[in-house]
């Protein structure tokens, strides 16, 4: 049998949770939620049909992935972008670390825009140790790295830190005087980074969409590190998790828009970039060499598998910013990369249940991750489904006062014996009651009895 | 490549279902002007602006970077101080999306990428006819050159959820239809 997991749970990490963060994550996963109806229903005239239209088209995506990928691959080449295939978090740090040693040989900067597979291969680390000076460059990610912290959110990663935390940091790094005003905290960090992208002989970005039947890379952002890290440089390395294909461009209206606006509400991201390869010889800028690397890292078994339809995501974050759960522990309590209902069911699909086998805990079903899902991923099912597996892979117990529930409510005997002494269980000190009765008090029977009316009624 | 043929042995084999095909997009029916009028609401809510060629001068009064068609469009000669110093880039452009107060980059001779990036400002010229309604419209127009939407000035809300404009690329962007 497999080992329980001893690292926290996500419950009692939740407990550990201040409430400056929880307030923090609250308040901008609320203003996020808000603003995404209103742009949406600008963008579609009717979002039920365009969300149905997307995950339509993902799941062909889902159906069809070997040949995409022939077409993608095929394309990419011939726009001169260098494919490269990765079975695992350790190839794909090999192949990119060797195309480094390419292209920098004695080491130097390389600017990396946000990317949520490097961040699932752990990819700086890696390049660190190789001797290479690893720059964040997206305003978030870069807070998170001066501060040894990891993201908490797959759209705003320092969405549980606030701008004194901020002020500090920079502070520290010696990036200007401390200031509480976020517009001069993006000044010093734009003074900082400018002198990054300008040293760097290598961009690292991740990959919204691949586009199989042009072979080009598509990047959304709204800062302009992502243009910078992927134009600067000499080299542009992007890596991928294989489902993000969509076959043309025709799709993508649909889904850039439905990822602009559930994700910030945007009508559509600052900069739309779509990358048809390196510099070509009339052209005066951009990479010289463009690298694609297509990471695999246990998508394939999820293809196969009963949680295939997560693959359907394009990491908006709105599952995240409306979930109960989230917004009261925040990111770091799924003890992943991919957090709140996504990483609840992403995470321990890629990782194996006895990994991660309490994290499909983390939700109270209330359904809202799939009612905002731009594509219509049927999260609470899976995470049914996950804790189903997962007791039954015996890595997960029932907690011991379900356990004594079920034993009591399925028995009539049993049943009734348990109501006569619930008024004594308000009286005890018990560890049963503990969860409950932390932040609400235990009901008084009231009136008269139920059953005694009932057997007494003539 | 032992990866590559690892990966596809366990994949899925090819489904038998059908592509489903988006609906056409609306046809346009509206005048350039109609366009430019409701380009200019999307992009004024971003905190851009549209302005005539003539409104340029004080804009132009400090160090720029123009770019080929640009300074053709203006009457100047192209290029002024280097990229990462100029505190204005001024770029043509292939196209102005309406819908959303996009305009659409495609790189090429004497069109440098940096030029829309680096600078606090960008102006951007375009040719009065080149507008469309939507965005599937400037899709289906794409050319097969590296290619950038730009939908307002670079910001980020990462700091609290406090916008801020300007944090990598420009704080201002202007349009010029020409």
């Known amino acids: ?458 | 490549m032992a990866d590559r043929d690892d990966i596809f042995a366990d994949l899925p084999p090819a489904g038998r279902k059908a592509r489903i095909p988006l609906p056409p997009p609306p046809l346009p029916g509206y005048t350039a002007d109609a366009l430019w009028k409701l380009f200019a609401v999307k992009l004024e809510a971003l905190n851009g602006r549209v302005l005539g060629i003539d409104e340029l001068d004080l804009i132009l009064s400090r160090p720029y970077f123009l770019d080929h068609d640009a300074a053709a469009h203006l009457g100047r000669a192209p290029g002024g101080v280097p990229i990462w110093e100029a505190e204005v880039g001024v770029t043509s452009a292939d196209l102005a999306i309406a819908e959303t107060g996009t305009v659409l980059l495609s790189t090429g001779p004497g069109k440098p990428r940096l030029a829309s990036l680096t600078p606090v400002m960008h102006v951007v010229i375009i040719p009065r006819e080149k507008i469309v309604a939507t965005l599937a419209e400037a899709f289906s127009r794409l050319s097969d050159r590296t290619t950038v939407l730009i939908t307002g000035p670079s910001r980020t809300a990462d700091i609290e959820g406090v916008l801020v404009r300007g944090v990598h690329g420009p704080r201002e962007i202007v349009v010029v239809p020409v």
Not at chain 1, 249 to 269: C, K, N
Not at chain 1, 372 to 381: D, E, G, H, S, T
Not at chain 1, 423 to 446: N, Q, S, V, Y
Request: glycine share 6%; aromatic share 6%.
């Open chain 1, 1 to 458: 049998m497999a080992k329980v997991r001893s690292k926290p749970s996500v419950e009692k990490f939740a407990r550990g949770v201040s409430a400056q963060t929880t307030e923090s994550v609250r308040s901008a996963s609320v203003s996020k939620t808000d603003a995404r109806i209103p742009a949406l229903k600008d963008a579609f005239a009717d979002l039920s049909t365009a969300r149905n239209q997307a995950a339509q088209i993902k799941d062909y995506v889902l159906d069809n992935i070997s040949n995409l990928l022939v077409q993608l691959e095929m394309k990419c080449r011939l726009n001169g972008i260098q494919v490269h295939w990765a079975r695992d978090a350790a190839s794909a740090r090999d192949i990119i670390l060797n195309l480094c040693k390419e292209a920098a040989p004695s080491g130097g900067t390389i600017v990396k825009a946000k990317s949520m597979a490097s961040e699932e291969i752990h990819l700086n680390h890696h390049l660190i140790e190789a001797g290479y000076k690893v720059v964040e460059t997206d305003l978030g990610e870069y807070v998170i790295q001066i501060d040894n912290d990891t993201p908490s959110h797959i759209v705003t990663p320092i969405i549980h830190k606030s701008k004194r935390q901020v002020a500090k940091s920079f502070e520290r790094e010696g990036l200007g005087p401390y200031t509480e005003s976020p517009e001069e905290l993006a000044a010093q960090a734009r003074r900082h980074l400018r002198a990054r992208f300008q040293e760097a002989a290598i961009g690292i970005s991740g990959v919204n969409f691949a586009i199989a039947e042009s072979g080009r890379i598509v990047l959304v952002e709204n800062e302009g590190n992502n243009r910078l890290s992927t134009t600067a440089p000499d080299t542009h390395i992007a890596i991928m998790g294989l489902e993000k294909i969509l076959p043309s461009e025709a799709d993508l209206p649909l889904f850039l828009r439905l990822l602009a606006g559930s994700a910030t509400g945007q009508a559509l991201t600052v900069y739309t970039h779509l990358i048809s390869g390196p510099r070509r010889k009339d052209e005066v800028d951009g990479p010289k060499s463009v690298h694609l690397v297509i990471l695999d890292n246990g998508r394939a078994k999820i293809l196969n598998g009963p949680y295939r339809e997560i693959l359907r995501c394009i990491r908006c974050g709105a599952c995240l910013n409306v979930c109960p759960v989230y917004r009261q522990v925040s990111g770091h309590a799924y003890q992943h990369v991919y957090s709140g209902p996504l990483g609840a069911v992403l995470a321990p699909a890629l990782e194996g249940i006895e990994a991660l086998p309490d994290l499909a805990k983390a939700s109270s079903l209330c359904g809202a991750c799939e009612e905002v899902c731009p594509v219509k991923i049927p999260i609470p099912r899976m995470l049914l489904q996950l804790r189903d597996e997962a007791v039954r892979k015996g890595v997960l117990k029932e907690d011991i006062p379900w356990s004594m529930y079920s034993f009591g409510a399925t028995s009539g005997f049993r049943w009734r014996m348990g109501l006569k002494m619930l008024p004594m269980a308000k009286a005890a000190k018990h560890p049963m009651k503990d969860g409950w009765t932390e932040f609400r008090e235990l009901p008084t029977k009231e009136g008269r009895d139920f059953r005694k009316w009932w057997n007494g009624r003539s």
